[in-house]
């Protein structure tokens, strides 16, 4: 009995069914020592080797639990910024909650000043402490191209997020690609000054934005690769407007891709109604919205992956006060250019001290007037039936007229400078537009509505 326990069932089943067979056969056998020996070694050598098996699986628990441990310590020192406090105008709130596995999720937030912040949000592909290790190194890599650019340059303006990425990409891609792994992200400049948002998008989430103007969710994206896809991708920032009222949120698949026991994704769609219904509350009680909603469709508190998600709600005061605003709307015909020019000056005369003398009027004028005219020669190609929307609004140190159209995009960067001894033409409006105020700037919304926003600086006493 004691050489049938030590075999297998199936083993066991054979030999039963042989002694009921032949038992009497088996056990007038003369008795053998020798093989009673054998048998013997040969059972306590299988208790050993099992023995040795639950050591070597208790082990490999044991490093299964310090490389988890290992992990946790990595994600919450290494890969989860903390978002600022000094920001002004804007609250910002993130939350990471770990998988039982370690992800490579991380986010980082460097603050400029009190009105401008960069946000970092991205994801590793893969899981355990090499994805987080990978995810440790990218999420430092924005930082320190950042002041690469700063030295390189020799200036106080900041890098576009497009060149940081840029930097980032030539860095980071070439040994991605030879480990065969890649990081999605999203590189993300919010300006509070200028109301907008300036995005650069490596294949990650689509960022959701919740606008208060139309109580709609919107989703922000672009069209950029991976990091570690292709050293030849050319990485590209998309700008969007901001206002009072909204809410901006970064996320991970592990928020979306959370499935129920039917085997459905929560999905983008549900976590925008999330953000609709909820978008009044403040930002670490909205993110806690986002996650119980989860955990409710997913009927289980565990997750397959990491649960990371950063929300930006933007106050619903003006982040500078505006002394004075008014609009107009007229057609994209080109005698509506007089309307628009007598629009701007009664706009500046009627503002108390208006900081423009006549000099700067005319130029304001000139650039709202050149602004319009190209909206109605190339965005709208010389139809006379389209709408330009033109508001205005004053600040204590500056005047801004936004030309809002729903014509065709303009790309500054695709228009060649003037050239002045008549042998070519074009490329004057963008260049009387940008030497007669201080700033220029090329803004679309998520509904495919496009703006000229022209920014003059008032005198002050």
């Not at 998520?446 to 005198?459: D, F, H, N, S, W």
């Amino acid at each position: 009995m004691y050489l049938i326990l030590l075999t297998s069932k199936d083993q066991q089943e054979d030999i039963i069914a042989g002694l009921e067979a032949g038992a009497d056969d088996y056990l007038t056998k003369p008795f053998d020592p020798q093989e009673l020996e054998v048998r013997l070694r040969a059972g306590q050598r299988i208790l050993d080797l099992q023995a040795a098996l639950l050591t070597s699986l208790e082990k490999l628990a044991q490093a299964h639990q310090r490389e988890a441990e290992i992990g946790a310590k990595i994600q919450q020192t290494l890969l989860l910024g903390k978002p600022p406090s000094g920001l002004v105008g804007a609250r910002v709130a993130a939350l990471t909650i770990p998988s039982q596995a370690v992800d490579g999720d991380f986010y980082d937030f460097f603050l400029h000043n009190c009105r401008c912040l960069d946000i970092v949000v991205g994801d590793v592909m893969g899981k355990g402490v090499p994805a987080a290790l990978l995810g440790a190194a990218i999420k430092s890599s924005p930082l320190r191209a950042l002041s690469c650019l700063l030295a390189s340059s020799g200036q106080d303006a900041l890098p576009a997020p497009e060149e940081i990425v840029g930097l980032v990409h030539s860095d980071v891609t070439q040994q991605f690609i030879s480990l065969g792994v890649f990081a999605t992200l999203c590189y993300a400049r919010l300006d509070l000054d200028h109301g907008q948002i300036t995005l650069v998008d490596c294949g990650h989430t689509k960022t959701v934005h919740f606008r208060h103007r139309t109580h709609t969710c919107e989703l922000l994206q672009g069209d950029n690769m991976p990091l570690g896809f292709s050293e030849q991708e050319l990485y590209r920032q998309v700008v969007f407007p901001l206002a009072a009222g909204d809410v901006v949120v970064f996320y991970s698949d592990g928020v979306t891709e959370a499935r129920n026991a039917a085997g459905e994704f929560f999905g983008v769609n549900r976590l925008m109604e999330v953000i609709h219904a909820q978008h009044s509350l403040e930002p670490e009680q909205l993110l806690d919205a986002i996650r119980r909603a989860v955990i409710a469709f997913a009927g289980v508190e565990t997750r397959a992956d990491d649960f990371t998600c950063v929300v930006v709600t933007l106050a619903e005061t003006r982040w500078a006060p505006s002394l004075a605003q008014a609009q107009c709307e007229v057609t994209s015909a080109i005698t509506e250019l007089a309307p628009i020019r007598a629009f701007v000056r009664a706009f500046c005369l009627e503002l108390p001290g208006c900081g423009l003398d006549e000099e700067g009027l005319y130029q304001l004028e000139l650039a709202v007037t050149e602004a319009a005219s190209n909206i109605m020669r190339h965005a709208y190609h010389g139809r006379t039936d389209q709408h330009i929307q033109v508001v205005a609004d004053a600040f204590a140190d500056r005047i801004v007229v936004r030309l809002w159209h729903r014509g065709t995009a303009f790309d500054p960067k695709t228009v060649k400078p003037p050239v002045f001894d008549g042998s070519r033409e074009g490329g004057f409006g963008v260049y009387i537009m940008t030497h007669c105020v201080d700033e220029v700037r090329y803004l679309q919304d998520e509904a495919g509505e496009q703006c000229i926003c022209l920014v003059k600086k008032r005198k002050t006493r």
